[in-house]
Nanobody
Framework: QVQLVESGGGLVQSGGSLRLSCAASGSIFSIYTMGWYRQAPGKQRELVAAITSGGSTNYADSVKGRFTISRDNAKNTVYLQMNSLKPEDTAVYYC?????????????WGQGTQVTVSS
């Protein structure tokens, strides 16, 4: 059983910053890509940022230059530093990991953490 536990969401004013964290635990042998997705009310879930085990990153155009994803492979943890937040960043943010456990390749999700940016 693999679990992803997120933390760091909350309410912030426009222009403020938040840092999200997500730690993977359980019977996981290796993690390849870790990332953050978000889903706003009435919208589809979308990729925010992702990072490979080698450190290559990918960002949605809407967050480039404002958000930074990083990871600590030794701790199986991924972070999302969000700066210059805008009201349109308001959403539930979900952590995702693609890795291998005893059953093979798996796609794992966290429970989600709410980020609300007030104008």
């Amino acid at each position: 059983q693999v679990q992803l536990v997120e933390s760091g969401g909350g309410l912030v004013q426009s222009g403020g910053s938040l840092r999200l964290s997500c730690a993977a635990s359980g019977s996981i042998f290796s993690i390849y890509t870790m990332g953050w997705y978000r889903q706003a009310p009435g919208k589809q879930r979308e990729l925010v940022a992702a990072i490979t085990s080698g450190g290559s990153t990918n960002y949605a155009d809407s967050v480039k230059g404002r958000f930074t994803i990083s990871r600590d492979n030794a701790k199986n943890t991924v972070y999302l530093q969000m700066n210059s937040l805008k009201p349109e960043d308001t959403a539930v943010y979900y952590c995702n990991a693609v890795g291998r456990d005893q059953y093979g390749l798996g796609d794992y999700w966290g429970q989600g953490t709410q980020v609300t940016v007030s104008s």
